[in-house]
DNA sequence: CTCCTTTTTGCAACTGGTTGCAATTAGTAA
DNA sequence: TTACTAATTGCAACCAGTTGCAAAAAGGAG
């Protein structure tokens, strides 16, 4: 059975209906193997259903990310970007100066995933998650407004 | 010294310079003890100041955000959410299904903060982080659908 | 197949926030 | 105090995403 008959079958059996403007979403963000944005999607889902509404896109994809299908990703670019959750888990680190994005892997998150879910009984989605912060680069700059700032906490 | 007038040097000390918009902007959220949204803040700041334009406000907001003097939170409510860098640290763990919001406090992440800095030299602003998941109320309705996806993983 | 109910779509208007650019002004220096 | 220049503002147009609602269609029952 092909991941995507059974990302379809997760759907229904969720109790939803399976309309060809989310079988085409779906089927754009399966078959892509990295990030993509709301309008990349559009723009392929096009290629096959010309006249599919971007409503119809956002809800499709706001749905599937509730069904844990999908991840959203604000990486600081004005838009977010969305993935099929199922390639190795990684996150990110973002730079306000230098708006610089690089990559973590999951493992550093594994422990707090577990105290949140001991503590609160609480599924956390730290599967894909966007940090912001200062770069080493970017530290002496940011230095001066910070240890002023500091100084009361 | 005042909490304001000390902000209001951090801004000059990083070489910005100080103008009435930014000036009333500092105040408006230094004077609050809880989260603003945008629209708050240009309201009370148009009590003082009639004609301050809104993208000023967003530039300002910005501008304090990368001084590291105020945090922006995205609750899920559908905008940000603005407040002085200088409460106690606190975070938020939201249901995606019940968008129900509840606060988890800063101990939980002392050790990936840490973890962060060693591996990356990454100053990483875990102040004020807004985490989205599925709480306990929520996990049975979302099961099925989860149990499916991860079984590829 | 046909009817029915409920979900979903399409649409157009709207919202929060951003941008490019010309006009203005803070801070500095003479 | 005046003049200068780089930083900042105001504006209007724009962008990504959302919403309310009427029309359409999926899925189920008979």
Avoid: W
Wanted: with cysteine; aromatic share 6%.
């Amino acid at each position: 059975m092909s991941r995507h008959v059974e990302l379809v079958q997760s759907l229904r059996q969720a109790g939803h209906r399976l309309t060809p403007q989310r079988e085409s979403v779906l089927a754009v963000v399966a078959a892509s193997d990295r990030h993509l944005t709301a309008e990349e999607i559009i723009a392929r889902v096009r290629q096959r259903y010309p006249y599919l509404n971007k409503s119809a896109v956002y809800r499709s994809l706001d749905l599937l990310t509730q069904l844990g299908l999908v991840t959203q990703t604000d990486l600081g670019h004005g838009h977010v970007e969305y993935e099929l959750h199922n390639h190795p888990h990684h996150h990110h680190l973002i730079c306000r100066h230098c708006k610089d994005v690089r990559q973590i892997d999951h493992a550093a998150f594994v422990s707090l995933e577990k105290k949140i879910e001991n503590d609160f009984g609480f599924q956390a989605e730290l599967d894909h998650f966007a940090i912001f912060g200062t770069c080493k680069k970017c530290q002496p700059r940011a230095k001066i407004a910070k240890s002023r700032a500091s100084a009361t906490r």
